[in-house]
Nanobody, 127 residues
Framework: QVQLVESGGGSVQAGGSLRLSCLAS????????TAWFRQAPGKQREGVAA????????RYGDSVKGRFTVSQDNDKNTVYLQMNRLKYEDNAMYYC????????????????????WGQGTQVTVSS
């Protein structure tokens, strides 16, 4: 099993940037894909970005394309989410999740496909 810890959340004005980190420990060698999700109060969990751990292929939600970048440092067992040009609509709790099983890329942003989750980090964007 993998343990995931997110960090890097905080408060920022619209137009600003934040970088989130997701540190994995435990059975990290079996990780296939790591994804970032977010959930705002009263809204459904939304897939933000995902990265294939071997090869680095990425996938993004439509609402963040061109603004967010997902990357990884395998030596540090860490996946990052660089968030630029933040908008008020980006306010949410952000979670990272990992899957150890193969998924077709079109499923990378489906939260039900992931078994291991972190506790989340809050991102607050003021307008």
């Amino acid at each position: 099993q993998v343990q995931l810890v997110e960090s890097g959340g905080g408060s920022v004005q619209a137009g600003g940037s934040l970088r989130l980190s997701c540190l994995a420990s435990g059975s990290t060698g079996s990780s296939y894909v790591t994804a970032w999700f977010r959930q705002a109060p009263g809204k459904q969990r939304e897939g933000v970005a995902a990265i294939l751990r071997a090869g680095g292929a990425t996938r993004y939600g439509d609402s963040v394309k061109g603004r967010f970048t997902v990357s990884q440092d395998n030596d540090k067992n860490t996946v990052y989410l660089q968030m630029n040009r933040l908008k008020y609509e980006d306010n949410a709790m952000y979670y990272c999740a990992e899957s150890s099983t193969w998924l077709p890329s079109q499923w990378f942003l489906f939260s039900e496909k992931y078994n291991d989750w972190g506790q989340g980090t809050q991102v607050t964007v003021s307008s």
